[in-house]
Nanobody
Framework: QVRLVESGGGLVQVGGSLRLSCAASGRLFSDYAMAWFRQAPGKEREFVAA????????DYADSVKGRFTISRDNVKNTGFLQMNSLNSEDTAAYYC????????????????????WGQGTQVTVSS
């Protein structure tokens, strides 16, 4: 199994930027597709972004497309989510998820498609 630990969350002003990190251990991160989900108070957990194990397949939720960029560094066993132009709707707990099945360009956009999860990191965007 792979263990995932998120970091990089915090308090940021509207329009600001943050980069979240997802550090993996226990298995080679290159064997796993990776995604980011988020959950705001009173809302369901929602898909944010995903990236395939070969980094050639990516997808983004419409709400973050053009503002967020998902990437990975398989040498460092770390995934990233660069978040720009943050607004109050981005306030949520952000979770990193991974799955080792699927082809090299596979990724999932549903929570049920991932079986490894980090503990989450809080992002709060203030006005």
């Amino acid at each position: 199994q792979v263990r995932l630990v998120e970091s990089g969350g915090g308090l940021v002003q509207v329009g600001g930027s943050l980069r979240l990190s997802c550090a993996a251990s226990g298995r080679l991160f290159s064997d796993y597709a990776m995604a980011w989900f988020r959950q705001a108070p009173g809302k369901e957990r929602e898909f944010v972004a995903a990236i395939s194990r070969d980094a050639l397949g990516t997808d983004y939720a419409d709400s973050v497309k053009g503002r967020f960029t998902i990437s990975r560094d398989n040498v460092k066993n770390t995934g990233f989510l660069q978040m720009n132009s943050l607004n109050s709707e981005d306030t949520a707990a952000y979770y990193c998820a991974a799955r080792g099945s699927g082809g090299s360009r596979w990724y999932g956009t549903s929570e049920s498609q991932y079986n490894y999860w980090g503990q989450g990191t809080q992002v709060t965007v203030s006005s």
